[in-house]
């Protein structure tokens, strides 16, 4: 996939749930610590919000990262992200994406409408309206994590499983993959936490060393938590931590030894 960042990915890298939803409510929210090497190169949070669009109730969901420290020297990013999605159906409304990194800068708003199966793009930097035929039931880049939260049963998982969604980003049509790697309790700050390992399949590009080169942990309880993501990029790699977290719907569970 063609310019996909870094932040987005470690913002969204989150998996999934069995009943619709039953993993997440408005209120939910994730603070990162994104590590690159020993060095804590930025901080990213990710936010449920309820809220309406066009008298339509939706949850608003807002990420944001921004570089710091020694990342910020060489390569500096300020991401800004937002979906809004149906409430009963996962499907998104409007994708927002404001970006800069290292230079590279996008200010791109996506209207979808599932009707007519059209997504309408205005691209703010250049003052550009297109659109777009999509598939039945398109996800952006963000509500595609939340869709895939409420509608897999990961009981029924098997190592080596892959989960495929239409996807729609800037102005092109992507079939996204997340293989399931297995179960492992893992050691964070706030103590063991079993987990559910997934691998999304990115195409290499200028970010990503090769297409498996992202890993991702989350619970393994209803809350489908995101709580650990690494990733090999061109120039070393970078590991984020759950660094807060609050609204769960779920009681948290740690593993007691």
């Known amino acids: 996939m063609k310019k996909i960042t870094i932040v987005l990915l470690l913002l969204t890298a989150v998996a999934m749930a069995q009943d619709k939803h039953s993993s997440f409510q ?20 990710l936010e449920v919000k309820s809220e309406t669009l066009n008298e339509r109730p939706v949850y608003h969901i807002v990420g944001e990262g921004k570089s710091s420290g020694i990342l910020s020297v060489f390569f500096k990013v300020e991401d800004y992200y937002e979906t809004y999605i149906d409430r009963k159906e996962v499907i998104p409304y409007r ?9 590279h800068i996008k200010d791109i708003e996506i209207n979808f409408d599932h009707e007519t199966k059209k997504a309408h793009v205005f691209n703010k930097k250049y003052n550009k309206k297109e659109s777009f035929s999509v598939k039945q039931g398109v996800q952006d880049m963000m509500s595609s994590f939340y869709y895939l939260r409420n509608n897999i049963d990961v ?9 495929l969604v239409n996807m729609f980003f800037d102005n092109e049509n992507y079939l996204f993959k997340l293989r399931f790697l297995g179960r492992e309790i ?11 390992k997934f691998r999304p ?24 938590m995101p709580v650990r993501i690494k990733a090999d990029i ?24």
Do not use: M
């Open 186 to 196: 893992i050691k964070t700050k706030f103590g063991k936490i079993r987990c559910l």
């Open 26 to 45: 408005a209120g939910e929210w994730f603070k990162f610590r994104i590590h690159y090497g020993v060095f804590t190169a930025s901080y990213a949070t």
């Open 201 to 224: 399949i990115v195409q290499a590009d200028r970010v990503f060393k090769e297409e498996e080169s992202l890993t991702v942990w989350v619970s393994d309880d209803e809350n489908r």
């Open 234 to 257: 061109l120039v070393g790699s970078i590991k984020a931590d759950l660094e807060g977290f609050k609204g769960l719907k779920h009681p948290f569970k740690i593993v007691v030894d």
């Open 95 to 103: 994708f927002i994406r404001k970006i800069n990194e290292g230079g």
């Open 155 to 163: 009981s029924s998982l098997q190592k080596g499983n892959e989960q």
